[in-house]
Nanobody, 120 residues
Framework: VQLQACGGGLVQAGGSLRLSCAAS????????MGWYRQGPGKQRELVAS???????NYADSVKGRFTISRGNAKNTVFLQMNSLRPEDTAVYFC???????????????WGQGTQVTVSS
C-alpha cells in the first residue's frame, strides 16, 4: 500500500490550497485518514483526520479554516485549506490508519510529504 500526496505549493497569506492523497494497492478498507504537518524545527502534529464513518477531528489552530473530506473512492482524502497563514508553513503528510489489503494489514501508512509555504 502506498499513499501519494500532492497539491502543496507557495501561496500568499489569506490564500487557499487543496491537498489530495490517494492510497493505492489492493485495499479492502481504511479506518481513518488524516493529514499531519511538520514545520521547521517543530514536531509533527495532527492537522485533521476523518474516519470511514465521516467523523472529523481538527487541530484547534485550523478549525474554521481547513476542511478534510474523503473522496467517493474511500481511498482518497482531501484537505481544503483556506485563509492560510505564514504559521501554516510546513511539510504536510498524509496518513492512513488500519489499512486492510488483500494481502496484509498495516496499522499505519504514511505518504511522502508535500511542502506548503505561506508568504506574508
Amino acid at each position: 500500500v502506498q499513499l501519494q500526496a500532492c497539491g502543496g505549493g507557495l501561496v500568499q497569506a489569506g490564500g487557499s490550497l487543496r491537498l489530495s492523497c490517494a492510497a493505492s494497492g489492493s485495499i479492502l478498507s481504511i479506518s481513518a485518514m488524516g493529514w499531519y504537518r511538520q514545520g521547521p524545527g517543530k514536531q509533527r502534529e495532527l492537522v485533521a483526520s476523518v474516519t470511514s464513518g465521516g467523523s472529523t477531528n481538527y487541530a484547534d489552530s485550523v478549525k474554521g479554516r481547513f476542511t478534510i473530506s474523503r473522496g467517493n473512492a474511500k481511498n482518497t482524502v482531501f484537505l481544503q485549506m483556506n485563509s492560510l497563514r505564514p504559521e501554516d508553513t510546513a511539510v504536510y503528510f498524509c496518513n492512513a490508519v488500519n489499512v486492510n489489503s488483500v494481502s496484509y494489514f498495516e496499522p499505519s501508512v504514511w505518504g511522502q510529504g508535500t511542502q506548503v509555504t505561506v508568504s506574508s
